[in-house]
T-cell receptor, first 113, second 113 residues
Framework: DQQVKQNSPSLSVQEGRISILNCDYTNSMFDYFLWYKKYPAEGPTFLISISSIKDKNEDGRFTVFLNKSAKHLSLHIVPSQPGDSAVYFCAATPGNAGNMLTFGGGTRLMVKP | DAGVIQSPRHEVTEMGQEVTLRCKPISGHDYLFWYRQTMMRGLELLIYFNNNVPIDDSGMPEDRFSAKMPNASFSTLKIQPSEPRDSAVYFC???????????FGEGSWLTVV
């Protein structure tokens, strides 16, 4: 049973526009959430995280929103750039220790010039 | 700073052979993780260590898999005997005690024929 789901396997966006990647979770014990970006033939790279005590965290072009009541988080990239083209994974863990990360299946983002 | 270093990057082996994957975590990181990525199951945690001690190995698929961490700068994941269904990308990752952010290596691509 998937506890973290990314229902869109792929997303295509025009350069300069906003990219919105979504993630849903079912385990109410999750209270720390992370987004990772992965290029082909490389390991996942940490992008941004959010604790359940917040509903928004921003880092440059990247913003993560958390809706605890809906068990939903999203990653916004504004403006999108071709270099953002990658697979994006959301991950969740109970407690901010981050030891038991559960990953979603990933969303492949393609930013077209 | 060097990131998490894994070897070999690619391995092709015959069914029944022993496979050993190696990892050097980031210096100073107290936690080390082994993940496996497959098309069917995505990214899943196999085992993790804290200060060289295995803490949770509930993700290890079966007794053919074993992991060791003899010191703070080295870990191995061994599969004996290997089977075609073990073909996957195996990631090693580490994190410091102070944060929940996990840093991944570039992965070891294993193909068992």
């Amino acid at each position: 049973d998937q506890q973290v789901k990314q229902n869109s396997p792929s997303l295509s966006v025009q350069e300069g526009r906003i990219s919105i990647l979504n993630c849903d979770y079912t385990n109410s014990m999750f209270d720390y959430f992370l987004w990772y970006k992965k290029y082909p033939a490389e390991g996942p790279t940490f992008l941004i995280s959010i604790s359940s005590i917040k509903d928004k965290n921003e880092d440059g072009r990247f913003t993560v929103f958390l809706n605890k009541s809906a068990k939903h988080l999203s990653l916004h990239i504004v403006p999108s750039q071709p270099g953002d083209s990658a697979v994006y994974f959301c991950a969740a863990t109970p407690g901010n220790a981050g030891n038991m990360l559960t990953f979603g299946g990933g969303t492949r983002l393609m930013v077209k010039p | 700073d060097a990131g998490v270093i894994q070897s070999p990057r690619h391995e092709v082996t015959e069914m029944g052979q022993e496979v050993t994957l190696r990892c050097k975590p980031i210096s100073g990181h107290d936690y080390l993780f082994w993940y496996r990525q497959t098309m069917m199951r995505g990214l899943e945690l196999l085992i993790y260590f804290n200060n060289n001690v295995p803490i949770d190995d509930s993700g290890m698929p079966e007794d053919r898999f074993s992991a060791k961490m003899p010191n703070a700068s080295f870990s191995t994941l061994k599969i004996q005997p290997s089977e075609p269904r073990d073909s996957a990308v195996y990631f090693c990752a580490s994190r410091p005690a102070q944060t929940g952010t996990i840093y991944f290596g570039e992965g070891s691509w294993l193909t068992v024929v």
